[in-house]
């Protein structure tokens, strides 16, 4: 395996993304003891993408053979260290560099994923001595709102820059990654070993970004209301809620599996379950009688002009 990876601002997400990089060059190592995957093997349970196989057919170059993760603090980096370790297995050899990490640890990388808040990203850019450390080097930023025209003028002429957006499910391997398009055959296979570790990883032009912020990015948590408020009914009519959660979450995936894998549109999903007369159609009207539908687009609306301004210098 090739490169050193280092994740600045390691917080929620980037914790999502090395797990996902971490458990699935160890179901590699574990499936492949010998060497490199052969072409035309299935990908690893846990991986639900198309582009699976990137990651499986990948060369070992493509690969991050160590992880560097920093932090703004001595305590933050003590918990991140807990939390790498309770993963076992690869989780132990991340690096933790805390406090005054972040030019040391790019210096040590070939990779470097911009994790933080997109209002520290420029501060994080800018320190003294990072300038030179980046010389060269493929910087992948995942801070909404911050474009690539914001990075490049941050960053060295020789540094390559990328937006991508990740979301949270990349923690365990069924996340959505968008990733802006690059010429360069070596960095795309290096961002499709990353992002397909964690899931699906598709290719969209920067000016899709903030909507991909909104539907994927902010997707889990409007997902994670609805099932709640599905889990609540479940309650509501005697289910015991553990009982009531599983099946809300189980047909949540399930449906989720069927547009994916059997292309269905959700109009024929929701069609094949609604008999006439019967309790679907019942439930249905209700919920267009609360303009659940509208309203749930107009949540994706105002996330993406939100994600749109996130970014940018506030005066």
Not at 64 to 72: H, K, W
Not at 258 to 263: P, R, V
């Amino acid at each position: 395996m090739g490169y050193n990876l280092a994740v600045l601002g390691c917080g929620t997400m980037g914790i999502a993304i090395l797990s996902g990089v971490l458990s699935s060059l160890e179901s590699r190592i574990r499936s492949f003891p010998n060497g490199s995957a052969q072409q035309g093997l299935e990908p690893p349970s846990g991986i639900s993408t198309p582009t699976a196989n990137q990651f499986l057919e990948a060369p070992d170059e493509a690969l991050p053979s160590n992880f560097i993760a920093t932090v703004g603090r001595i305590e933050t980096g003590r918990k991140l260290r807990k939390v790498f370790d309770s993963m076992g297995g690869l989780g132990g050899n991340v690096e933790i560099r805390a406090g005054e990490g972040n030019v040391s640890a790019v210096k040590d990388s070939d990779v470097i994923l911009v994790c933080s808040k997109p209002q520290i990203a420029r501060v994080i850019l800018s320190e003294p001595g990072i300038a030179e450390a980046l010389q060269g080097k493929l910087v992948v930023s995942i801070c909404a709102g911050v474009t690539i025209a914001q990075l490049q003028s941050w960053v060295p002429q020789s540094v390559t820059v990328v937006r991508a957006m990740p979301n949270t499910p990349c923690k365990i391997r069924e996340g959505m990654t968008v990733v802006t398009p690059l010429s360069s055959a070596t960095h795309r296979s290096i961002l499709l070993a990353i992002f397909t570790s964690c899931g699906r990883c598709r290719f969209l032009d920067e000016k899709h970004f903030d909507a991909c912020t909104a539907l994927a990015g902010s997707g889990p948590a409007f997902s994670a209301l609805v099932l709640e408020a599905m889990t609540d009914g479940g309650v509501m009519m005697g289910l015991p809620r553990p009982e009531a959660l599983e099946l809300a979450a189980q047909t949540m995936q399930g449906t989720g599996r069927m547009a994916l894998y059997a292309g269905l549109h959700p109009a024929q999903l929701k069609d094949s379950v609604t008999t006439p007369g019967g309790c679907t159609i019942a439930g249905l009207l209700t919920l267009e009688d609360g303009r659940v539908r509208s309203t749930m687009a107009r949540a994706i609306q105002v996330a993406t002009n939100h994600a749109s301004g996130l970014g940018q210098d506030k005066k």
